[in-house]
């Protein structure tokens, strides 16, 4: 049934950042080289991610393994490229282009220390996101999610003051914590259970285990918090924490790279470890769902109190990634599909917001959404693209994220699970609620009594031409979704 | 040559300490290749151990020919069960015998033959408990390994280390005495110490292995191993001995003579009293496995409270003892758990032998005793920093080290033997090790006191000051230490063949063949 | 009654010897406070287990265990003869097997008139093993001595306590 083809371009997809890597450190007196390697890099990335998008779309998988067997376990590290993988990594890879030129113009604007480091690394944890989405089974998937874990600690910890320390404490302790406490040992019972089978190819791993409406919710909700990237509540701190980051770093791991990687571990579990049949027979989706229901309205709500910033979108994060978890457990072919189109459309949606945030931040020193009257006079290019970033992640036309909503929600009607298409409405509006009044504030209220618009003036155009491109893109998703359509509409049987 | 391997094994070392003994004292220059040039006789030997084990299986080998049940032979047994044990000891002596070159004798080098002969000594022991195959003979073996262990903790210039030394002779001494009256009432029961007949004789009368008599010897030689191994709550000696010992005694002790004892643990379970009688009730292996996790989750805590390196990695040494009796006592359908115990031996050997060499570098030329004393450590000694990450990450059990691959095997037995109480404890004692190893690494990359304010301040970091040894050349602890953590992830890598050479063990034993 | 009593003291009054022993020994190695006399402690456990081995090997009216070597009657009958003092100083009666025709003129001798000797051999070993320990322990104490100027583990661990180690 599956025809897969074995090459070597997904290797060499994630080998493109590794190998900068090494020519990053060897540049580091060079500034001007060091950058251009970031780039050349991405391109190169970018390129073989594209060479492989044919191959998917005609119904094929890429295989390929890196390591046979490994001893005693019998697995291999693998990887294997379907369509949901295509999908994160073509956001993924596209992403990491804008965002080297963004963090060329914040870390240059800033004059921050150890920029070597900061690209050496953003660099390890491209390639880390690539494997996590090329992974083919979940001892490979479980190897990456770590491997990005690790090389994100010294972007989180980047400042190295007092709060960029605690803040990499909360950091790798809530995301090291919970994949020890719960994906390892969710993985190895899966490896008892399947006999050894971990592999994400051919029918789920699970698929005709014997499961109870516990045992299956036990062991589902154990992988779900287990991947605390993904953000479910009580495992969501880490993700206002790491905020301490540079901003291009939130912008790119916290908006996309990271937290995506969690929720894409999620849907990986849902379809590929359990299948949509086995759960549905017991029910324990249910319980994710209420999870990540309770996490999408809680976090809409606490977000509206937050007046720095970034918090205020680290919540609204929070709150679309439980969006996708919810889309995935509710297990209908519209939800699903719905989910993973929502990783590409809150992504460009959500790195517009932050590159907005930093741009800020960069021309005038503020972090605080109190303090952004009237910045819409002076700053119109990124407090316009905010605008369409808020739209994009509110699911209003013209922007992408409408088109996700509208399958997320028919998804949930498909479902019968009318309460839960309630939470989805409710927190579309409360996502319009903590959005407007920011871009209200920015345009349509005065600048506050005694201060001058002397030296404030758009940010370098090196951070404000990515964010407008960000926002060009959240639209263009919206008249072009055709290959997204595609590309999840692989994953779903039947279709 | 390959017939005579059991004997040269334990005859090299010896030799190496009689000639030290001799001559050492005339002249120190003599000691330190005499005791490479011995050690790397016996390492050779036990590398042809496995080889041949491999290939011919077991080696049963008598001491001057003399075949029991004629005279009280001396009776070496080597199968695929300690063959892999025999090239860790070895190993382990070398590179720490690398290590310890004027180490010891830099402050009085009058003692540095007398350290050199224990050394070796030791090591006699330590070959000669993996490979007897007489319960008398390894009682005497035990003592053999536990006098000079005694000898060189006491060596050291630490007050506390002489005191600790002393509680240590004491526990030792009750403990090798409890297995000694447990071997009496075997002997009673069966008239011989020959461990395979007693084995034997197990097997033809069920009325004299059922008898309470053998019980108690079996709860006696339990408590003797129990005491020389530390296992929860018997561990009282061991954090102050390990940890105010000369830094290349603790680099010996502290990965050999744990897990020798756990080996022997687990070789009078399977080679004297057998398996099935061992695990004939589970009350009897829940109760051990609740110690266990009780061992585990009270060594990570103790080490969590720990403001000193050595003391922490003591406290650790607990928790890992934990590890490996509870997997032995797992009693699973296909012994996952026992054969993820018996990796994980020669995997924590290797791990602790890594952090003891690291925090005896740091001891050695940084005079870091505390975790706070190693701030900026990265920069300051970036190869012994990388060796110490990697003992700190197989602790904490992240692939591909041989940590992960350990823990792997012991929660497949846990899942197996539905002891989710033990699975619960491994994790926790993982999250604690990480928590523990974090901190560190973070004290060592950022400096302990972050000044106050935005970045930019990664010159005042290093506060670390070398001091300044010239007699002492640096190269061989950062080389040792590299070599030991580049084997904790060769034994990761190629834990399958290792794993596959224990499965080969444990089939051989006859009692087996039923239960995979 | 007296049948237990016969029993479980009578018939096993070496076992409640050293059980009584090791008491004593793991007692004083406990509860004593002068690091001498938890030696002293140390040893009497030791020598309680020594004492049970040897107990195991005898034999009511047993002789030393030598091989015959000529296998010839008269060395036999000599030899069954010398051995005869060494059972009469035993309290308890003689045994029959003195002449015992199935042991004369045989090469291997007849176990059931010979103490069991492996128990003693092994015993050697174990003093030999105590003596040592027992050596190491005492150097060891000494230079407790000399650095702290006392044996009492109370002082000792006033010093330690006190901080004043000079490590």
Sequence with gaps: ?495 | MTDQIPAILVLAPLFGALIIGLAGQKDHRVCFPVTIVSLLVSLFAAFGAVVEVVRSGEIDYFMGGWEEPIGIGIHLHIDSLNAPLLVAIGIVSVLVAIFSIRRIGDKNTEKTPHFYSLYLMLCVGLFGITIAGDAFNLFVLIEVSSLTSYGLIAMGSSRRGTLAAFNYVLMGTVGASFYLLGVGYLYLMTGTLNMQEIHTIFLANPDIASSKAVAISFILILIGIWIKMAFFPLYGWLPNAYSYCPSSSACILAPLMTKISVYVMIRVMLGVFGIEWVFASPGYSNLVVWLAVIAILAGSMLALAQREIKKMLCYLIVAEVGYMVGGAWLADEKLWGLTGSLYHILGDAAMTLCLFLAAGIFAKRFNAIEIEDLEGLFKKAPWTAAGFVVGALAMIGVPPTCGFFSKFYLIRGGIEANHWEFVVALLVSSLVNAVLFFRIFEIAFFGNKPPEGHGHHEEEVAELKEEHHPEIPTWTGTSSLLVASAIVILLGIFNGEIVELIRIGLEDLPQFASRL | MAEFFQQSFHAHFNFWIYVILMMIGLWALIAKNNLIKKLIGMSIFQTAIILFYVSLGVKAGATIPILDPYGNKEQAAAYAEESDPAKGKNEKKGTEEKGDSSYVGKKSPNPDIMANPLPHVLMLTAIVVGVATLGVALSIAQMIFKEFGSLEEDEILEIVKGGNVDD
């Design chain 1, 1 to 495: 049934m599956e025809n897969s083809v074995s090459s070597l371009l997904p290797v060499w997809a994630c080998l493109a950042s590794l190998l900068a890597v090494p020519l990053i450190v060897l540049f580091r007196k060079e500034e001007t080289l060091r950058e251009m390697t970031t780039f050349i890099a991405g391109f190169v990335k970018l390129g073989f991610v594209l060479a492989m998008v044919p191959i998917i779309l005609e119904g094929k998988v890429i295989t390929t393994q890196l390591v046979p067997a490994i001893s005693g376990i019998n697995v291999p590290i693998e990887f294997r490229v379907d369509g949901l993988g295509m999908t994160f990594a073509l956001v993924a890879s596209s992403l990491w282009i804008l965002t080297s030129l963004y963090a060329i113009g914040y870390m240059r604007g800033l004059k921050e220390h150890s920029q070597t480091r900061f690209f050496a690394f953003f660099a390890l944890s491209l390639s880390a996101t690539l494997g996590v989405a090329f992974a083919g089974n979940l001892l490979t998937l479980y190897l990456f999610y770590e491997l990005l874990s690790l090389s994100t600690w010294p972007l989180v910890t980047h400042h190295q003051d007092k709060e960029a320390r605690s803040g990499g404490r909360t950091y790798l302790s809530y995301l090291l914590g919970t994949s020890i406490a719960f994906a390892i040992p969710a993985i190895l019972f899966t490896f008892v259970k399947s006999g050894g089978d971990l592999s994400f190819a051919g029918p789920a791993i699970l698929e005709g285990a014997d499961f109870t409406f516990l045992s299956g919710a036990c062991l589902l909700m154990a992988f779900a918090f287990g991947f605390s990237k993904a953000g479910l509540m009580p495992f969501h701190s880490w993700l206002p924490g790491a905020m301490v980051a540079p901003t291009p770093v939130s912008a790119l791991l916290h908006a996309v790279a990271v937290v995506k990687v969690g929720v894409f571990c999620v849907i990986r579990v849902v379809t590929g470890v359990f299948g949509t049949d086995l759960l549905d027979r017991i029910d324990s989706h249910l319980v994710l769902c209420w999870v990540a229901a309770f996490t999408v309205v809680t976090s809409s709500l606490i977000a509206m109190s937050q007046d720095n910033l970034k918090r205020r979108l680290a919540f609204s994060t929070i709150g679309q990634l439980s969006y996708i978890v919810l889309g995935v457990a509710l297990l209908t072919p519209h939800a699903v599909q719905g989910s993973m189109m929502h990783i590409a459309m809150h992504a460009f949606g959500k790195i517009t917001l932050f590159f907005c945030a930093g741009a800020i931040f960069v021309a005038t020193g503020k972090k605080y959404i109190s303090q952004l009257d009237g910045l819409g006079k002076v700053m119109p290019w990124t407090m316009g693209a905010f605008a369409i970033g808020a739209i994009s992640v509110t699911g209003l036309p013209p922007t992408g994220g409408l088109l996700s909503k509208i399958y997320l929600v028919w998804g949930a009607a498909d479902a019968q699970q009318y309460a839960l298409l309630a939470v989805y409405l409710i927190s579309s509006v409360l996502n319009g609620v903590y959005f407007f009044p920011i871009v209200y504030r920015a345009f349509f209220r005065p600048l506050p009594a005694g201060q001058k618009l002397e030296g404030i003036a758009e940010a370098p155009p090196a951070c404000v031409i990515p964010l407008t491109l960000t926002a060009f893109g959240s639209v263009l998703l919206f008249f072009f979704p055709g290959l997204l359509f595609e590309l999840t509409a692989l994953m779903i049987p039947g279709e």
